[in-house]
């Protein structure tokens, strides 16, 4: 994933003479660039001390569904994909931009896998995240309420979940 970000990072600052897109190309990919940092920074903000870079879930997590969460399971990689597809793009590197969109999705891939199956080991995510998307919102798909903690009598758990 880190030399992913590299190459990325790379491809939008290396020089390229005469390759530009439409003005009108640039200011959408420099709208999806603002996107993603701000859906980034409402992730960061919902999990608080919870965010991290790494696909880890910590014995005492919980799950988080407001925020992002509401709409989709994986918010955080939904704003990866668009920096790797926005910000090459916003320079005039769309064959870059296609090239790493492909790579980061190979990457994410197994990351993503992973870290589902850590997710299901806490009681209740399958239930809370049933019906919601893991990348891109729908009409009508939202995350269930919180589930319940581990501490709470079965008749609060069944009426949580």
Known sequence: MVA???ALFAASVWPRSGRRVSRSVEIAALIGLAASTGLRLWVIRTLGASW???A???P???I???GPYRYVRHPNYVAVALEFACLPTAVGAVPEAVALSIVNAAVLVPRIRA???LLDAIPGYREAFRGVPRF???PGRRSGQTPASNNQSLA???RNV
Request: hydrophobic share 20%; aromatic share 0%; no cysteine.
């Open 4 to 6: 992913a970000h590299v």
């Open 52 to 54: 991290n870079a790494t």
């Open 56 to 58: 880890h879930v910590s």
């Open 60 to 62: 005492d997590s919980r």
């Open 64 to 66: 988080e569904t407001d």
């Open 115 to 117: 870290e589902e199956r």
């Open 136 to 138: 891109v919102p729908r």
């Open 156 to 158: 609060e758990r069944s």
